[in-house]
């Protein structure tokens, strides 16, 4: 069965750099790959959905690569605010399940410190 | 964008009795939704599959009869679970699919503490 690996359960880093979170998958290539934030006590919100055959996709302040040689995804957020802590959890679709049907990593906790 | 609602945000019971949760889609329809479980530091685990019209679908190891899951319309889902015991003291999350059924909007989830 698939599963999804996000390596660095925590991550701390000062504010204005790069945050750099790390998602390895196992098995098969999904046909894309997903990005959630999820706050304490919230549920996720999607932030970014990347495609096999798309190296990079970027949205404002966020970059997510996919290396589907390497079985990873990279997701980058650069000048990182305060704001941005939260937990964020990449996901996959899980084939042989319902129609959208992800699996999630555990996900890993950034914060951002002023 | 597409808003999901969980009624209630937080519940508190006695070991033995129900509980029903229900998620809705504010302003669109969704013939599909999913209920995940969310333990402390833990990802989110899939529950079960809600579908309008027919019978939910149970992940392996999700007790049918403990977890009730009716798709009374196109916008709203509930769960119950019944018998409720300790263990089942969980942060449950609905979702739905959007378009082009690939992302989820998720609910902002209901914290359950069984006494």
């Known amino acids: 069965s698939q599963k999804i690996e996000q390596n660095s359960e925590a991550l701390n880093i000062q504010e204005g750099k790069t945050a750099t979170l790390t998602c390895n998958y196992t098995n098969y290539s999904p046909a894309y790959l997903q990005w959630y934030r999820q706050d304490p006590g919230r549920g996720p919100v999607f932030l970014l959905l990347?495609?096999?055959?798309?190296k990079e996709k970027r949205k404002e302040r966020l970059k997510v690569t996919f290396d589907t040689t390497l079985k990873q995804s990279l997701f980058h957020i650069t000048a990182s605010q305060p704001a941005d802590s939260a937990t964020y959890l990449c996901?996959?679709?899980?084939?042989?399940?319902?129609?959208?049907?992800?699996?999630f990593g555990k996900g890993t906790k950034l914060s951002v410190k002023p | 964008g597409a808003v999901v609602s969980q009624h209630p945000s937080w519940v508190i019971c006695k070991s033995g009795t129900s509980v029903k949760i229900e998620c809705r889609s504010l302003?669109?329809?969704?013939?599909?939704m999913f209920w995940y479980r969310q333990f402390p530091k833990q990802s989110l685990m899939l529950m079960a599959t809600?579908?309008?019209?027919?019978?939910?679908?149970?992940e392996q190891g999700v007790e049918k009869d403990k977890f009730l899951i009716n798709h009374a319309s196109l916008t709203l889902s509930t769960l119950t679970v019944t018998s409720a015991h300790p263990e089942d003291s969980s942060f449950y999350i609905c979702s739905a699919p959007g378009p082009g059924q690939e992302t989820q909007y998720f609910g902002p989830g209901t914290r359950l503490l069984v006494l």
């Open positions: 996901a996959l679709l899980n084939y042989g399940g319902s129609q959208g049907n992800l699996i």
């Open positions: 809600s579908n309008e019209g027919s019978k939910a679908t149970y």
């Open positions: 990347i495609r096999e055959n798309e």
């Open positions: 302003d669109f329809q969704a013939t599909t």
